[in-house]
């Protein structure tokens, strides 16, 4: 009970005291900012399997820039990119359902990462270990910097088409008729998405960013209504996650990307049995 006894001493010094911890925090605060907001939108239009399968997706860009060279981020979000063409190109022409279109890329994706991880090297195995799993508390400032600008693009994007995903969330055809361009507006949520994801792997590895993109916004939505306040509430909902995860990583020695993403899950778990003890079993949204 040291976190009640000695509040500063659990609270407060980690990240007085220690300047890893300080990055860590800041990079798992930006990776919150990156996917809270667009994971809004990938929960509230059904998305979160897409989402799982493009986390998934860019390991072969990170593969592959890894063997030559290349920078990492710039080669998860090649991948991501390309992944959301493939969709795209395949739910045009072929008669069968979205998902299986988003199956066998996710498969071929994922397969085609292993492939090149086995043949490559066992000196990138353990680079690629730290995209896979997460390396927190390795963040450089360049890591930070480069968090901060996708983070910012997100959310700008996020602001600049609101109005745009609101409609097609609940209404295409509606959409379509007031001018908002539906299939444009969807594309651009799938390369926010894609590059959210690719703006936190750094951080809580690529594994798990997709409980980090999925589960605050869904904890949101079953205790507020409104979508920008939904918004708000996964971002505050990921930070607690972020500052409670790491200081249990800190004084526990766990892994912190694990720690953290298991506090949006414990919390998302919370949530619902308050609202099953509550009786409040339907979720409705106000815009």
């Known amino acids: 009970m040291e976190f009640l006894t000695s509040p500063f001493d659990w609270w407060i010094e980690p990240f007085v005291d220690n300047i890893f911890m300080r990055k860590a925090l800041w990079s798992g605060l930006l990776a919150v900012l990156a996917t809270s907001p667009v994971g809004t939108w990938v929960v509230l239009r059904g998305m979160s399997f897409f989402g799982e399968a493009l986390a998934h997706g860019v390991l072969p860009g990170l593969a592959i820039a890894f063997i030559v060279g290349g920078d990492p981020t710039l080669g998860a979000l090649v991948a991501a990119l390309v992944m959301i063409s493939g969709i795209n190109l395949i739910r045009n ?10 199956v066998l890329l996710y498969v071929g994706f994922l397969a085609l990462a292993v492939v090149i991880m086995s043949s490559s090297s066992g000196a990138y195995s353990g680079d690629l270990s730290r995209f896979l799993f997460g390396s927190i508390t390795g963040v450089t400032d360049n890591d930070l910097l480069r968090q901060l600008i996708i983070a910012g693009i997100a959310l700008l994007g996020i602001l600049f088409f609101h109005r745009a995903f609101l409609v097609m969330t ?25 590059i959210s994801i690719v703006a936190s792997f750094q951080a809580v590895g690529n594994l798990l960013v997709f409980a980090f993109l999925v589960a605050p916004p869904s904890t949101a939505a079953m205790l507020v209504r409104r979508i920008p306040v939904i918004m708000i509430t996964a971002v505050v909902i990921g930070a607690v ?3 409670v995860g790491l200081l249990i990583s800190y004084h526990h020695d766990t892994a912190a990307g694990a720690t953290m993403t298991l506090g949006t899950v414990v919390l998302f778990l919370f949530a619902l049995l308050i609202r099953s003890l509550s ?3 339907s979720v409705r949204l106000a815009t």
């Open 93 to 102: 022409h072929s008669p069968l359902p979205d998902d299986s279109s988003i």
């Open 170 to 194: 609940f209404d295409e055809v509606q959409a379509r008729l007031m001018g908002l361009r539906p299939r444009l507006a969807h594309a651009a949520l799938l390369a926010l998405l894609a």
């Open 241 to 243: 996650s972020v500052v």
């Open 279 to 281: 009786g409040n079993y």
